[in-house]
């Protein structure tokens, strides 16, 4: 294993704030680890240059073919498919590196690649798309260099490049963009909120109040963009939590709900046989077997 990947440690997390690593070698080097359910604090492009296998994002078995760019936001449970080795090349990075400015933050709020509101980003990389794989080997070839005060800027850089290429890659799939107006602005201002506040405050008033709009504003602007009211995007947001601690921590129910918020665990299970119509441990043991 090279020095780069050595820097790269599944106990640990990423050790620095920028990682391009070889999929291959983090595969056999950590088949146990990649195999199972893992959740990484920090934002993931996997390019699956060869082979065909399965990828599981948040309970999402997704199909992969040979030339695949996956974008994952950070805190995401994903597995690697045990029957594939898959090749290619993983682009890891934090906030902190790529967020210099406040229009860093924005961009990675905003990307289609990070936040799409219907599915998680996925498309085939086409022979003819050079300019993605140029990208790359700058990066690479960057990356190899000796550290110095100008390489975390010149990777930024060329990251940001990245990015943007694979979003115009992406908006020529037949990617269909949801129009940008005061609508789609709110949607993204409550899904932020959310974010940060899901496990503490479970009621509409909260985010309502917080965005100074009315219960009714908010909920026609989830339902025209996400076709749900947003006591339901609550809702699914604290069983997407829920379902993530349930497959890569050994956390017992007790401790799983009162780190969602629920005051009695009881009260945790049955809102969580409610929506899914399974308890808890019955999903934690349906997931291992699959």
């Not at 790269?8 to 146990?32: M, P, R, T, V, W």
């Not at 029957?83 to 290619?88: D, V």
């Not at 390489?151 to 940008?180: G, M, T």
């Not at 993530?244 to 009260?267: A, C, D, Q, W």
């Amino acid at each position: 294993m090279s020095e780069k990947i050595e820097k790269y440690d599944f106990k640990k997390g990423l050790l620095h704030e920028f990682e391009i690593i070889d999929l291959s070698e983090l595969y056999q080097n950590n088949f146990e680890q990649t195999t199972s359910p893992h959740r990484l604090e920090f934002y993931q492009v996997l390019w699956f240059k060869k082979g065909t296998s399965k990828h599981w994002v948040d309970f999402n078995a997704l199909d992969i073919e040979p030339n695949t760019l996956l974008f994952l936001n950070k805190n995401s449970v994903q597995r690697f498919d045990k029957k594939g080795y898959p090749k290619g090349k993983a682009i890891l990075f934090t906030d902190n590196f790529f967020c210099k400015t406040k229009t860093d933050t924005a961009y990675l709020k905003s990307s289609i690649l990070f936040n799409d509101l219907f599915s998680i980003p996925k498309f085939k990389v086409e022979n003819e798309s050079l300019n993605l794989q140029k990208t790359l080997n700058l990066i690479l070839a960057e990356f190899e260099q000796p550290k110095d005060d100008y390489q975390a800027d010149i990777l930024r850089n060329h990251l940001k490049n990245f990015l943007l290429h694979s979003e115009r890659e992406r908006k020529n799939k037949d990617f269909v963009e949801i129009k940008k107006d005061n609508k789609l602005h709110l949607v993204m201002q409550f899904r932020e909120l959310l974010e940060s506040n899901f496990i503490q405050h479970k009621n509409v008033t909260f985010y309502c109040e917080e965005m100074h709009i009315t219960p009714k504003k908010l909920n026609s602007a989830t339902t025209n963009v996400l076709e749900k009211p947003p006591k339901s995007i609550i809702i699914e947001r604290i069983l997407l939590e829920a379902k993530r601690m349930l497959v890569h921590t050994v956390k017992n129910t007790k401790e799983i709900s009162f780190l969602l918020g629920f005051e009695e665990p009881t009260n945790f299970i049955k809102f969580f046989r409610k929506h899914l119509k399974t308890t808890p441990l019955s999903f934690r043991e349906q997931f291992n077997k699959e």
